[in-house]
Structures are given as structure tokens and as C-alpha cells.
């Protein structure tokens, strides 16, 4: 079965560069979420889209910014990088609402950040 | 705000012991509850989830309960084998508030062979 597709796998970058990461939603996916986990840390929310649209905000820093676009895949842009930015970034997927209940978030493998 | 915890932090048992982790969230006002199992540096693999109408999941040896009311999930593996080895992850996705999970900090569970 398809999976949630990420890429880059891994980067490494300099602080004050950018970064984009995309993402591929499970085909027939409508809604893609974002999310930030450091080094031992539990991943933390950061941005959702439901319909191309963003559907929420979590704790996604300004420098960062994210779109959906016509194919439902999503980038997440990370401008003025800096050493905290570090972390395994994922991806998840899920076919929204459905029958009144929300649905699995199928994860991703994520990109792992590194700044330097 | 809604907070999740696992207990224990850390679990490490012999191989074929039947085992239970515990989740526990502080706002019971939540559309479902999922695990997840994470291998070192790897993704997220979800494992069971469980709507917030119903009371228990079932996949192989896993089985998940869940205590809407008093804000509690078990999430118990029969027959443990070593390849079980990982860090599993309790998450919520909760009515009010943003719109992702919240999850806990994980039990890192060790099946010795």
C-alpha cells in the first residue's frame, strides 16, 4: 500500500539558510499535517491543511510557513534557520473526516534536520 | 491545555511476557486516541486507534482500551518477542484546541530475548 512519502530524507544546513521540505499525502488524502520532534523529545504540532486550505496552527515558529497545493502535496519552507531547528521533521496524512469521525494520521518517515 | 503521560517511562522485560503500558490525558473532551511505535531515529507507525465512542481495539497481540471519562488508555501486548523492542507512543486528537495530535513522552520498551 502507499505510504506518506517525504523528501528529503536528510539535510544539513548552515543557520540563517532556508530549507523546504515536501511532502506526499497517501493518495486520496485531503488533509496533511505537520510536526516537529527534537532530539528525546515527543513530536509536537506544528501546522495543518484540509482541502488545500490551512486548517490549524500549533506551536510553528513565524520564520516557518507551509502551503497545500492543487496535487494535495504540501511544503513546509524554514527560513533564518537556526541550531534549534534540529530535529526530525514529519509528515502525516489522513482522509479527514470521515463518517463524522476524524481518521488515522498515517506518519511519514520524516526528514531529519540538521543545522550547523 | 491538554496534557499527555505515559508511565512508565521505561519498561524492560523477558521475552514472552504479556505486558501493559499506560496513557493518561488531563481533557477528556477528545475524537480519538492512537499508538504509535517509533524505532530509534525512525517514523511513526500507528498501531491502533481507538474513537472516542468506543472502549477497546484489537490487532494481533495488541489490544488498546480506552476510559474516555477518566481520561485512560492500556495499551497491552500478549506474548512479547524481542522485535516488540521500541518506543510506543500515545497521542490524542483532541475536540477543542489545534487541530494535530498531542502526544506523550513514550514508554521505551526492551524485550530481552
Known amino acids: 500500500a502507499a505510504g506518506v512519502i517525504q523528501s528529503p530524507r536528510h539535510l544539513i544546513k548552515e543557520k540563517r539558510e532556508t530549507a523546504t521540505l515536501k511532502c506526499y499525502p497517501i493518495?486520496?488524502?485531503?488533509?496533511v499535517y505537520w510536526y516537529q520532534q527534537g532530539p528525546g523529545q515527543d513530536p509536537q504540532f506544528l501546522i495543518s491543511?484540509?482541502?488545500?486550505?490551512?486548517?490549524d496552527k500549533g506551536s510553528i515558529p513565524d520564520r516557518f510557513s507551509a502551503q497545500q497545493f492543487s496535487d494535495y502535496h504540501s511544503e513546509l519552507n524554514m527560513s533564518s534557520l537556526e541550531l534549534g531547528d534540529s530535529a526530525l521533521y514529519f509528515c502525516?496524512?489522513?482522509?479527514?473526516?470521515?463518517?463524522?469521525?476524524?481518521?488515522?494520521?498515517?506518519f511519514g518517515p520524516g526528514t531529519r534536520l540538521l543545522v550547523l | 491545555k491538554q496534557e499527555v503521560t505515559q508511565i512508565p517511562a521505561a519498561l524492560s522485560v523477558p521475552e514472552g511476557e504479556n505486558l501493559v503500558l499506560n496513557c493518561s490525558f488531563t481533557?477528556?473532551?477528545?475524537?480519538?486516541l492512537q499508538w504509535f511505535r517509533q524505532d530509534p531515529g525512525k517514523g511513526l507507525t500507528s498501531l491502533l486507534l481507538?474513537?472516542?465512542?468506543?472502549r477497546e481495539q484489537t490487532s494481533g497481540r495488541l489490544n488498546a482500551s480506552l476510559d474516555k471519562s477518566s481520561g485512560r488508555s492500556t495499551l497491552y501486548i500478549a506474548a512479547s518477542q524481542p522485535g516488540d523492542s521500541a518506543t510506543y507512543l500515545c497521542?490524542?486528537?483532541?475536540?477543542?484546541?489545534?487541530?494535530?495530535?498531542?502526544f506523550g513522552k513514550g514508554t521505551h520498551l526492551i524485550i530481552q530475548p
Open positions: 502525516a496524512s489522513s482522509p479527514g473526516l470521515a463518517g463524522g469521525r476524524w481518521e488515522t494520521q498515517y
Open positions: 493518495p486520496r488524502h485531503d488533509t
Open positions: 491543511f484540509y482541502e488545500k486550505m490551512q486548517s
Open positions: 481533557d477528556s473532551a477528545i475524537y480519538n
Open positions: 481507538i474513537q472516542s465512542s468506543q
Open positions: 497521542a490524542v486528537y483532541g475536540e477543542g484546541g489545534a487541530d494535530g495530535l498531542t
